[in-house]
């Protein structure tokens, strides 16, 4: 085997072992950030999931609130107060057990200032209310149950734009390596039409040509490492910290890929949290409905109070008063009718939200299953043109030395093989990133991470 030919087949080794790697992740070397890491981190300090989290504790304070309905209501209270009223004058002295009528000086008509000190020890309780607390309370818990879901969907959408960061960052580091091998190949190849030319073989043009080629290939370097910045910069915006360091992400090892691993199944639709989270919110429209109904019920309290009374802050006389008062307010003018209805409507339209959602969660499985597929079927279409295009630029190269090749053929076929290695690499990414997007679309990606 010539030495043509030997660089060929490790042109065609590579090449394989790239399309071969693994749908399922990247083995990244030692002490290197990897996926996982990123997500982890992402999970903790991402903005988002921070809020959602936020919103989770705030609905469990919401179900206390409703719990505390259950509890009775327990008071103090102390009022000082002095007047020349006579109904209120008359009551003070006879809460502080201090009227008498036989006073000769006693003139209801016209009392004396009299004050008042009361301290109160008072008590309520409700005793039914048509079971408008029970349904307090289930609508808190539906609600944050509710937020929980849409939590762990925030999460799965995060943890497939993390992937897609990651991938974004490697499939830019990649091509960087395209536009490398291109500026060696194309100074490679003024080196030997300098060489023609000095021989006088060749026309100067050849060597412009190149030298312009050169040129643009060294620009579009210039382009492909901007890019890894920009994916940098992207990937540490969605993680929530600057953790991928700005040099980069060291290659990862191959695993291998023996096909295509998915399949279309509508009932992961039924498990996705945006889902449940629909779901969750329906249940919860519906326990309003059921409470605007109940408000037309009765309600009954018990209420109880120890009250001590003195005028000169020495001397207290004590009282009690306990009771149960019923209530039932069974005409308003229609507008518990009117709650009623808006609640019902409320509760119908979550309902068809809920039936959207469901839709749209099926629809985007089925894209997601699409750009999968399709994404793989690149993948291999693009192998098979890298192996034509490195084939095509040897034996052009070859051509080109013996003067058997015009120049603008050599540039095609550089040009072609630059372009198919950059398809393939895009090809590549763009399968793994698919897959991420599938697992999202199914509900899985977060699964892992909350099992």
Known sequence: MNQEAAKFSVHRAACYLLCLIAWVGVVAPAGAVTLETCIRTALETNPDIQAGAARIEAARAMISKAQSAYYPRLYLSGAYSITNNPPQAFMMDLNQRNLDMRDPDFDPNDPDATDNLRLTVGAQYRLYNGGVNTLNTRMAKEEKFA????????????????????????????????????????????????????????????????????????????????????????????????????????????????????????????????????????????????????????????????????????????????????????????????????AKAAWQAARKDEKKVYNQLRLDLYQAFLKANEAWQRLQVTQKSVDSAIEALRITGEQYKEGAAEITVLLTAQVGLTAQKTRQIAAHYDYLIALSNFERARGDAVKKFNP
Do not use: C
Not at 158 to 166: A, D, F, K, P, S
Not at 168 to 184: D, R, W, Y
Not at 262 to 286: F, G, N, T, W
């Open 147 to 342: 937020k929980e879901f849409q939590l762990a969907a925030v999460q799965n959408e995060l943890i497939h734009q993390v992937t897609r960061g990651y991938y974004s960052v490697l499939q830019a580091q990649a091509f960087v390596g395209v536009q490398q091998e291109s500026v060696q190949s194309l100074e490679e190849s003024l080196r030997v039409a300098t060489a023609r030319f000095n021989a006088g073989s060749v026309v100067k043009t050849d060597v412009l040509n190149l030298e312009v080629k050169l040129a643009q290939a060294k620009e579009d370097r210039i382009l492909a490492r901007n890019g890894v910045q920009l994916a940098i910069a992207s990937l540490n915006t969605v993680i929530g910290k600057d953790l991928i360091p700005l040099d980069g992400i060291p290659a990862p090892s191959p695993q291998f890929l023996r096909g295509n691993p998915i399949h279309l199944d509508y009932q992961a639709v039924e498990d996705r949290p945006e889902m449940k989270a629909a779901e969750k919110m329906s249940s919860m429209y519906e326990q309003a409905y059921e409470k605007a109904s109940r408000q037309t019920y009765p309600t009954v309290n018990a209420f109880g109070s120890y009250d001590m009374d003195s005028g000169d802050a020495e001397t207290y006389e004590d009282s009690y008063m306990m009771g149960v008062l019923a209530k039932w307010e069974f005409f308003d003018g229609h507008q518990r009718a009117s709650q009623i209805a808006s």
